[in-house]
């Protein structure tokens, strides 16, 4: 097994509705979906936005699409009308996500 950033193996695109941030998460190969069910976590994406005050975090799995959404609750600093934020929207945030690591095999 060898250690890749996620951005290696797969997209994700990011929204926002007020705090709450959406993103998708797809991998560019199908077979790296059940890959990205294990290692993908709900608990290590909270962890990668605690720092920005998330509290919660879902996954919901599409594995007809070999895709997952993850919902991150309080992470956008009060939302794009709340927050003094640049990125009050949450585009940018699926960069933060494609950056955490992943074991694929060789």
Do not use: W
């Not at 990205?36 to 998330?54: D, I, K, M, S």
């Amino acid at each position: 097994m060898k250690t890749v950033l996620l951005h290696e193996i797969a997209h994700s695109r990011a929204g926002d509705k007020g705090n709450r941030l959406n993103m998708s998460l797809m991998p560019y190969k199908p077979e790296h979906y059940d890959l990205l069910a294990e290692q993908v976590t709900e608990a290590r994406v909270l962890e990668l936005f605690r720092h920005r005050g998330a509290t919660t975090c879902r996954r919901y799995d599409l594995p007809k699409l070999h895709a997952f959404n993850f919902v991150v609750d309080e992470v956008l600093e009060g939302g794009v009308n709340g927050s003094l934020n640049l990125d009050g929207h949450g585009k940018t945030n699926s960069f933060r996500l494609l950056s955490l690591t992943v074991e694929v095999p060789d």
